[in-house]
């Protein structure tokens, strides 16, 4: 009804305030900083090597594959194996439409 709508109203605005985004701290990285420096101090950290030399641009092309092509390949090379010859389930389904059909 309508006074409970009224008095929901004046619920809701009695427990509204302003947004301060000032007053929320994401503390996750504080923490995280902390145990790192927990390590460093402990002496549990470990040295990174640098990552290896990348190959030149003409090398990383040469390993790129196309699977566009091949996947339409393999397409097509099925469908030349299927015309003419049913496939290895093309029996079951003749089976199916006749066994299941409503007895009159």
């Known amino acids: ?3 409970e709508i009224d008095m929901a109203l004046r619920l809701v605005d009695g427990m509204s ?4 985004p000032e007053a929320y701290r994401d503390t996750y990285r504080d923490d995280i900083m902390a145990r790192i ?4 101090r402990a002496g549990k950290t470990e040295v ?3 990552p290896a030399i990348q190959q030149d641009d003409s090398a990383k092309a040469a ?3 196309d699977m566009m092509t091949l996947l339409k ?3 097509e090379s099925k469908r030349r194996g299927r015309r003419g010859t049913p496939g290895p389930r093309s029996h079951l389904k003749s089976a199916r439409t006749h066994a ?3 007895r009159r």
């Open 73 to 75: 390949r393999s397409i």
């Open 48 to 50: 990174i090597a640098e």
């Open 37 to 40: 420096e927990q390590k460093i």
């Open 63 to 65: 390993e790129i594959i």
């Open 1 to 3: 009804g309508e006074k």
């Open 100 to 102: 299941h059909r409503p």
């Open 17 to 20: 305030e302003e947004w301060d």
